[in-house]
């Protein structure tokens, strides 16, 4: 059994924990420092699901860290990757646009694989190039997807400095499949055979490949340590830190420590790993005396991977996983953390990914773009406990069709799809139509006593598609 860094606690009752979440204010600091802009770290997990943590509900997942910093931060209800699916997800975090305005999201191919030649644009503004033109040191450990090759890479899109893969660690398979053991066998039955030379992923440090095949067994705990090194050595700051674990995507490793320590098998172990990485970066930020003067996000790319059956996780009571745009897919388990900067509590108003880079744009006192349209909303009020989001629209995209529109509580299917078959494609004359606030399982279609929802709902969607623009697809060419 692994040990558990000073940061975490002993399970707390579930009464008083929920209790000291609706409380409110209790610990918070009142007063920012004034003296710079905040430190900004943003963990991304990947194929995590909306129930896998302890704090959003999960009986045997053991998430002490994460529920701590939900505990003394905000564990935010309806936050939304841009996308889910992993490349225009990150693409939507990375920009504060939606992927399509990029040209990062295709119905051709839906992700960036090995043989692409595309990429995130020079031309898009990236969080990080935001907060380097305020003075910010700017890292990222962990999984890219947003292009591998060398003029894509994050070093050229505002970090200083990188290590990690640059795309899904399922790629690159060196494993011959059969008719028996085709893809999605690999992971429901033999999962617990794979090793990492099963995938020839390389691990890449700025531009240079120093590993490959990416022993993945110990790039958990390997990306915690990086980026705990790269923060102690950028300390006196301001720093922003972007750490986006490959996992718990296919194929699943932990460390030896941890195998075997959860109940939920090795997805969980997995899981608890992340977990135990977060206590460590927490504490060190108490060490440092960073606590004060740092904001810290946790979230996901999108939904669960479901078709991986034993080796995916769940969305909790959400509709269906990643691949859809159904709220299993893009709804995410989200916490911020930041004594100074965040007052503690259960948010239930809207954000999304594509938020961060306004947000942490006016706490860097960094001007937006004005150059292009931003989809992102600035989520500060929200987080100093004084104000309600801005957001108050979601629009669902698979590829480059827009599939669904949330307005306020109310969501529109106009084309629902399963995630990886084909056949199950529907369009629907008259939308599916649901409250997600009172049903978010989406159980209940609602459309025909609705309709002037519906009507709501169509003219905000026409007069989206009207001022779409998009640029060229960045995903469809391979080979």
Not at 440 to 455: D, K, M, T, W
Request: charged letters at 20%.
């Amino acid at each position: 059994m692994p040990v558990q860094p000073a940061f975490s606690v002993p399970s707390i009752p579930f009464i008083l924990f929920l209790a000291a979440l609706l409380a409110g204010p209790v610990g918070y600091a009142q007063e920012a420092p004034a003296t710079r802009p905040p430190n900004v770290i943003v963990v991304f997990a990947d194929d995590l699901g909306y129930g896998d943590l302890g704090v959003f509900g999960h009986p045997t997942i053991r998430t002490p860290n994460l529920d701590r910093m939900a505990l003394e931060g905000q564990k935010w209800t309806q936050f939304y990757a841009a996308a889910s699916v992993c490349t225009p997800s990150r693409a939507g975090l990375m920009t504060g646009r939606l992927p399509i305005r990029s040209g990062m999201a295709s119905s051709v191919n839906r992700v960036l694989f090995p043989d692409s030649h595309g990429g995130l644009p020079a031309s898009e503004v990236t969080l990080a190039e935001q907060l380097k033109a305020a003075g910010y040191a700017t890292g990222m450990v962990g999984k890219w997807h947003l292009g591998h090759q060398p003029e894509y890479l994050p070093v050229n899109h505002g970090f200083d400095d990188y290590f990690g893969i640059p795309y899904s660690n399922d790629m690159d398979l060196t494993r011959k499949l059969t008719a028996a053991s085709g893809y999605w066998e690999l992971w429901t039955r033999e999962y617990k055979n794979l090793t990492p030379a099963d995938f020839n992923v390389p691990l890449i440090r700025d531009t240079e490949v120093v590993e490959r095949p990416a022993d993945q067994r110990t790039l958990t705990r390997r990306y915690t340590e990086e980026a705990i090194r790269w923060v102690r050595d950028h300390k006196e700051g301001p720093f922003f830190m972007y750490l986006a674990h490959n996992l718990p995507h296919v194929p699943l490793f932990a460390s030896e420590d941890f195998l075997g320590s959860s109940r939920r098998g090795l997805y969980g172990d997995v899981v608890e790993e992340i977990d135990h990485g977060m206590g460590l970066l927490l504490e060190m930020l108490r060490e440092e005396g960073l606590d004060q003067n740092t904001i810290v996000v946790f979230t996901s790319d999108n939904g669960p991977w479901l078709p991986t059956e034993i080796s995916g996780g769940t969305a909790g009571m959400l509709r269906e996983g990643k691949g859809t745009t159904w709220e299993g897919g893009m709804r995410e388990p989200t916490i911020f953390w930041g004594p100074a900067y965040v007052r503690p509590g259960v948010v239930m108003e809207m954000g999304s990914t594509m938020d961060l880079l306004p947000t942490f744009s006016a706490m860097a006192g960094v001007p937006l773009p004005q150059d292009r349209i931003l989809d992102g909303v600035d989520l500060t009020p929200v987080l100093a406990g004084n104000g309600k989001s801005a957001r108050n629209t979601m629009f669902y995209y698979r590829g480059s069709e827009l599939y669904a529109v949330r307005l306020g509580p109310f969501k529109a299917h106009f084309i629902t799809e399963a995630g990886y078959r084909r056949d199950t494609r529907e369009e629907h004359g008259i939308p599916l139509l649901f409250n997600v606030e009172e049903d978010p399982s989406e159980r209940f279609n609602i459309a025909e006593a609705h309709p002037e929802v519906l009507e709501a709902i169509r003219k905000l969607t026409a007069e989206h598609r009207a001022k779409m623009v998009r640029k060229p697809d960045q995903l469809k060419d391979r080979g």
